[in-house]
C-alpha cells in the first residue's frame, strides 16, 4: 500500500543523515529506480512503498533522490543555491518555492 507524501513539491528540506538541504522538485508516490540503484545508494534500506523525493541539492549542480524517512522539513526555509532552480521554479515567496507554470514535465 503507497502512502501519502509528507512533504511538497516546493518545500525546503534537510536530509536527516547526510546533513543537507534542498529543494522538493518531483515526488514518486513509491521507490521507482532500479534494484542495482537501491542496493548500491540506499545503504539504510528505507522503505521501497513509501513516497521518494526528487531534490534539487543546496550549492550543488546536481539532484538527488531520497526516500521519505530521510527528509526533515526545514524550520525557517530560506532560499536554495542551484542552477536549475530557476528552470523549475518562479520564485521563493514566504518559505517555499512555487513550481513554473510553463515547466516542462
Do not use: C
Not at 528540506?13 to 542496493?39: K, Q, T
Amino acid at each position: 500500500m503507497t502512502k501519502h507524501a509528507k512533504f511538497y513539491i516546493g518545500q525546503i528540506v534537510n536530509h536527516a543523515l547526510f546533513n543537507y538541504r534542498g529543494v522538493i522538485f518531483e515526488i514518486d508516490p513509491e521507490f521507482m529506480l532500479s534494484a542495482e540503484w537501491y542496493e548500491q545508494m540506499a545503504k539504510s534500506q528505507p522503505p521501497k512503498d513509501e513516497p521518494w523525493y526528487h531534490v534539487l541539492v543546496d550549492n550543488g549542480v546536481h539532484s538527488t533522490y531520497v526516500a521519505q524517512q530521510n527528509l526533515l522539513a526545514e524550520r525557517e526555509p530560506e532560499a536554495i543555491k542551484h542552477p536549475a532552480i530557476e528552470d523549475v521554479f518562479s520564485g521563493f515567496h514566504n518559505g517555499k518555492y512555487h513550481v513554473r507554470k510553463n515547466r516542462l514535465q
